[in-house]
C-alpha cells in the first residue's frame, strides 16, 4: 500500500482583543506583514514568559511535582485532565497553565483554601473532589505548560494582578513575560519566600480523529477546528494520510471517505470566508512514475 499525505493549511485568523470579531481579510500566503510581525511578537512574548518561569524553577528548591492523569504527556481536545501536585514538606501550592499561544490561566494561587500541601495531605489535584467544574483538553492544539510553585507564605492573587475577582484568571500573551517577572521578584528579593519549590510539566493537544474505522476527521469536527477563534495569531493545519491500493495510483476506500469529509467541510458555508493550501507529498515506496500518478 503507498501512501500520501495531505496537508491542509487554513487561513490566519486574527481576533481584535476590541471587537471581539475574526478580521478574515488575511488569507493563505497572502497576509499582509503586519500580521507576521504581530505574529512574532506574539510568539517572542510567549517564549519570554516561558525563559522567566523557567528560571524561577532552576533557581527553586527540588521536592516538588506536578502531573496529568497518570503522567501521560499526550492528549486530544474533550479529554478530561487532572493535575495533580506533591511535595515533601509543608508548602502552599500556585499553577499557572500556559497554552500553546502563550495564554496564561492561574489555575489555583497560593491564598485558596485548598492550596497548602500539610503534614498529613502531601498531594493535592485540580480541580479538588467535589468541586463543581471539570477540566478537559481543549484548542489551541500543540504543546501547552504546567507550571507549580510551592512557597512557604501564600502567594495572593492581589500580588501578581490587580482589579481581579474571577476565580481563574486569564493573562493573554504579552502579559506573560510581566506576570513572570513579578512572580520573580517575589520569590527572590522577599526572604519569607526563601526556600520554594517549583516544577514544569509538559503536555500536547491534538484534534481528535474518530478511530480506525471510519474517516481521520469528521467534516464537522474540521469546520469547528478551522473556525475556532483564539487570542493568538496562528495558522491553523490538518495533516491526513491517504492510502492507495498497493502499486496503483488507486484511492483506497478509507482515502476515499477522508477525502469526503474533508470536500464536505470546505463545501459548508462556514469556512466560505476562508482560503485554503493543499500540500502533499508521497513516500519513498514506488518509482518516479508511479508517484508522478499519486
Same mark, same amino acid.
Request: overall charge negative.
Given at each position: 500500500?503507498?501512501?500520501?499525505? &495531505?496537508?491542509?493549511?487554513?487561513?490566519?485568523?486574527?481576533?481584535?482583543?476590541?471587537?471581539?470579531? #475574526?478580521?478574515?481579510?488575511?488569507?493563505?500566503?497572502?497576509?499582509?506583514?503586519?500580521?507576521?510581525?504581530?505574529?512574532?511578537?506574539?510568539e517572542s512574548a510567549k517564549q519570554a514568559g516561558l525563559?522567566?518561569?523557567?528560571?524561577?524553577?532552576? #533557581?527553586?528548591?527540588?521536592?516538588?511535582?506536578?502531573?496529568?492523569?497518570?503522567?501521560?504527556?499526550?492528549?486530544?481536545?474533550?479529554?478530561?485532565?487532572?493535575?495533580?501536585?506533591?511535595?515533601?514538606?509543608?508548602?502552599?501550592?500556585? $499553577?499557572?497553565? +500556559?497554552?500553546?499561544?502563550?495564554?496564561?490561566? +492561574?489555575?489555583?494561587?497560593?491564598?485558596?483554601?485548598?492550596?497548602?500541601?500539610? /503534614?498529613?495531605?502531601?498531594?493535592?489535584?485540580?480541580? !479538588?473532589?467535589?468541586?463543581?467544574?471539570?477540566?478537559?483538553?481543549?484548542?489551541? $492544539?500543540?504543546?501547552?505548560?504546567?507550571?507549580?510553585?510551592?512557597? !512557604?507564605? !501564600?502567594?495572593?492573587?492581589?500580588?501578581?494582578?490587580?482589579?481581579? @475577582?474571577?476565580?481563574?484568571? $486569564?493573562?493573554?500573551?504579552?502579559?506573560?513575560?510581566?506576570?513572570?517577572?513579578?512572580?520573580?521578584?517575589?520569590?527572590?528579593?522577599?526572604?519569607?519566600?526563601?526556600?520554594?519549590?517549583?516544577?514544569?510539566?509538559?503536555?500536547?493537544?491534538? =484534534?481528535? @480523529?474518530?478511530?480506525?474505522?471510519?474517516?481521520?476527521?469528521?467534516?464537522?469536527?474540521? $469546520?469547528?477546528?478551522?473556525?475556532?477563534?483564539?487570542?493568538?495569531?496562528?495558522?491553523?493545519?490538518?495533516?491526513?494520510? +491517504?492510502?492507495?491500493?498497493?502499486?496503483?495510483? +488507486?484511492? @483506497?476506500?478509507?482515502?476515499?471517505?477522508? &477525502?469526503?469529509?474533508?470536500?464536505?467541510?470546505?463545501?459548508?458555508?462556514? =469556512?466560505?470566508?476562508?482560503?485554503?493550501?493543499? /500540500?502533499?507529498?508521497?513516500?519513498?515506496?514506488?518509482? !518516479?512514475?508511479?508517484?508522478?500518478?499519486?
Amino acid at each position: 500500500m503507498t501512501k500520501k499525505t &495531505l496537508l491542509l493549511l487554513g487561513s490566519m485568523l486574527l481576533l481584535s482583543p476590541t471587537s471581539g470579531k #475574526a478580521d478574515s481579510t488575511c488569507q493563505g500566503t497572502d497576509c499582509p506583514s503586519t500580521s507576521a510581525t504581530e505574529f512574532g511578537q506574539k510568539e517572542s512574548a510567549k517564549q519570554a514568559g516561558l525563559a522567566i518561569l523557567d528560571r524561577i524553577a532552576r #533557581a527553586g528548591s527540588p521536592g516538588l511535582r506536578i502531573w496529568t492523569n497518570d503522567g501521560r504527556t499526550a492528549y486530544t481536545v474533550g479529554d478530561h485532565l487532572t493535575f495533580s501536585v506533591t511535595s515533601d514538606r509543608e508548602l502552599y501550592v500556585t $499553577v499557572l497553565h +500556559i497554552d500553546s499561544h502563550g495564554t496564561v490561566t +492561574i489555575l489555583q494561587s497560593g491564598d485558596t483554601p485548598s492550596a497548602l500541601l500539610g /503534614i498529613q495531605n502531601r498531594k493535592i489535584t485540580l480541580p !479538588p473532589t467535589g468541586a463543581p467544574y471539570q477540566i478537559h483538553a481543549n484548542q489551541p $492544539v500543540g504543546i501547552e505548560t504546567l507550571y507549580a510553585l510551592g512557597t !512557604p507564605l !501564600p502567594l495572593q492573587t492581589q500580588w501578581l494582578l490587580t482589579g481581579v @475577582t474571577e476565580p481563574f484568571p $486569564v493573562l493573554d500573551t504579552g502579559e506573560s513575560s510581566s506576570l513572570a517577572l513579578r512572580l520573580e521578584n517575589l520569590l527572590t528579593q522577599r526572604p519569607e519566600f526563601k526556600g520554594y519549590a517549583a516544577a514544569r510539566f509538559d503536555q500536547s493537544i491534538s =484534534l481528535p @480523529t474518530t478511530g480506525d474505522t471510519g474517516p481521520q476527521y469528521t467534516a464537522q469536527g474540521i $469546520v469547528e477546528y478551522f473556525t475556532t477563534r483564539h487570542r493568538a495569531i496562528r495558522r491553523p493545519r490538518l495533516d491526513l494520510d +491517504i492510502k492507495f491500493e498497493f502499486g496503483e495510483a +488507486i484511492l @483506497t476506500s478509507q482515502a476515499k471517505n477522508d &477525502l469526503s469529509e474533508v470536500g464536505k467541510a470546505l463545501a459548508d458555508s462556514r =469556512l466560505s470566508g476562508q482560503n485554503f493550501r493543499l /500540500i502533499g507529498h508521497t513516500d519513498d515506496i514506488g518509482s !518516479p512514475e508511479e508517484n508522478v500518478l499519486l
